[in-house]
T-cell receptor, first 110, second 116 residues
């Protein structure tokens, strides 16, 4: 069945560091890929998405490219801020449902 | 648009009590979902619905029930609450896209439930 695997956390970085959170997937057909973010005490919200191979999703300085050849959708940001501290979930849309990874907790130190 | 709303925000139950968590959406989405998130953990799907009158089990349905009589509402019923049901509960909604898949899910703010 469809699945998503993302790097385990927590990930701790200093402010202005470069961020990569790895995500790979297994799926039949052509799913859309998503990154969701969960700030402390809140629900999940969509950060970015890509609907087909080679698409790049971007939002708030974050980017991810849909790589069909490597079945990956890694999240990157060039310079993180303390306000980026949150849990990040990679996901794909399966039949009727979204399949989520387990989440990666990110801590940014000032 | 209010999006996805959930009530209550917080609740404390005693073992054996029952309650209903309310969820409503105003985006005319066919698909609705209930998840639980234990502290420091990811999401687990409890139940979902692809339209009014249609519900299906997720990966952790035991101890819960749902109904979907309207497109807008998707209440989750806890019968005989147990400490293992202490968690944060999230409702979400989405619309279908071509090929039987679902589009972006929109989440509510969550209900924090403690069973003592």
């Amino acid at each position: 069945g469809d699945s998503v695997t993302q790097m385990e956390g927590p990930v701790t970085l200093s402010e202005e560091a470069f961020l990569t959170i790895n995500c790979t997937y297994t799926a039949t057909g052509y799913p859309s890929l998503f990154w969701y973010v969960q700030y402390p005490g809140e629900g999940l919200q969509l950060l970015l998405k890509a609907t087909k191979a080679d698409d790049k999703g971007s939002n708030k300085g974050f980017e991810a490219t849909y790589r069909k050849e490597t079945t990956s959708f890694h999240l990157e940001k060039g310079s993180v801020q303390v306000s980026d501290s949150a849990v990040y979930f990679c996901a794909l849309n399966g039949d009727d449902k979204i399949i989520f990874g387990k989440g990666t907790r990110l801590h940014i130190l000032p | 648009n209010a999006g996805v709303t959930q009530t209550p925000k917080f609740r404390i139950l005693k073992i054996g009590q029952s309650m209903t968590l309310q969820c409503a959406q105003d985006m005319n989405h066919n698909y609705m979902y209930w998840y639980r998130q234990d502290p420091g953990m990811g999401l687990k799907l409890i139940y979902y619905s692809v339209g009014a009158g249609i519900t299906d089990k997720g990966e952790v349905p035991n101890g819960y029930n749902v109904s979907r009589s309207t497109t807008e509402d998707f209440p989750l019923r806890l019968e005989l609450a147990a400490p293992s049901q202490t968690s944060v509960y999230f409702c979400a909604s989405s619309r279908p896209v071509a090929g039987g898949r679902t589009d972006t899910q929109y989440f509510g703010p969550g209900t924090r439930l403690t069973v003592l």
